[in-house]
């Protein structure tokens, strides 16, 4: 099987969207990579962004032959769409309809979308959220944003991330399902659940749910690990290439592969753009996948 292959935005732009988009889709080419996973909500994709800046991203790309894909957003720790608290909760829910219809100017089609959370980690200004709480208001959040998606063609995938929510496949496929919409399925992201599962597992309850696939290596550490276990090596870690990607060939996959390669073990300076590992991740993608 061969799969397109992308690298995250972030990598090559930083978090703060320092490299411009129209640079940093060439600069995916040049390093060998499919296309490039664009990130929405700061730099230049940022709601209010122009149809006519979309166009001139859209053209850019078709012009290096590079098709747009997936786009995602770090903007759902900071706004969530199981928020208790209803403001903070319907800010979420307009970011996302503003998302689908930057996604749908550029020709992309799936947008990665955090559900909500019980609770973020690494930032306790962040309320608390019982996990009945999360299910049900994420669950009301997403059904106001679906039709809009339904109507441009474009997937909303849920991804699971450490936000203590849907952290086991059952619970992902199951809170999928109630949706009953072919617009709505899974960003999953292989890195993500090494902390206390197997990403082949995952993939084989998912099946066709999954839309987009996210991967990054992680060593686990006294069974368990924290952020520091996310390096900037794909081949380093606990992840098992071999069973995850004959996985994904027994459900059929044929979406993209993007290496969300945040470099988590160099914080405090994960904001910059880093060319090298972009260019060596290009390198390891296509050894792995054999591309």
């Not at 952020?227 to 004959?246: E, I, S, V, Y």
């Not at 459900?251 to 260019?279: H, K, Q, S």
Request: net charge negative.
């Amino acid at each position: 099987m061969k799969w397109p292959i992308q690298i995250s935005y972030l990598t090559i732009g930083g978090f703060a969207g320092e490299t411009p988009v129209v640079e940093a889709i060439n600069k995916a080419r040049e390093f060998g990579f499919d296309s490039i996973e664009l990130s929405f909500g700061d730099g230049e994709m940022v709601p209010g962004i122009s149809k006519e800046k979309c166009e001139e991203i859209r053209n850019s790309a078709g012009q290096s032959e590079t098709k747009l894909r997936t786009i995602a957003t770090g903007k759902y720790w900071g706004q969530s769409l199981s928020d208790p608290r209803e403001e903070v909760r319907q800010q979420a829910i307009e970011f996302t309809k503003d998302y689908l219809w930057v996604a749908y100017e550029l020709g992309i089609e799936t947008i990665l979308v955090v559900p909500g959370y019980v609770a973020v980690p690494w930032d306790e200004s962040q309320p608390v959220v019982s996990y009945v709480k999360a299910w049900d208001l994420s669950t009301a959040s997403l059904r106001e944003c679906l039709p809009l998606a339904e109507d441009l063609g474009i997937n909303i995938a849920i991804e699971n991330v450490w936000n203590w929510f849907l952290t086991d496949p059952i619970a992902m496929r199951t809170f999928v399902d109630q949706f009953d919409s072919s617009r709505l399925g899974v960003y999953f992201d292989a890195g993500n659940v090494l902390i206390n599962g197997y990403p082949e597992h995952w993939v084989e309850i998912l099946g066709d749910r999954i839309k987009a696939v996210h991967v990054k290596n992680f060593s686990r550490n006294d069974c368990g690990g924290v952020l520091h276990g996310f390096g900037d090596d794909l081949l380093t870690g606990d992840l098992n290439w071999p069973a995850f990607l004959q996985a994904l060939q027994d459900i059929n996959y044929t979406g993209p592969i993007t290496a969300e390669m945040i470099p988590f073990c160099r914080i405090p300076d994960l904001v910059l753009p880093d060319m090298e590992l972009a260019e060596k991740t290009g390198v390891q993608m296509r050894e792995i996948l054999n591309n």
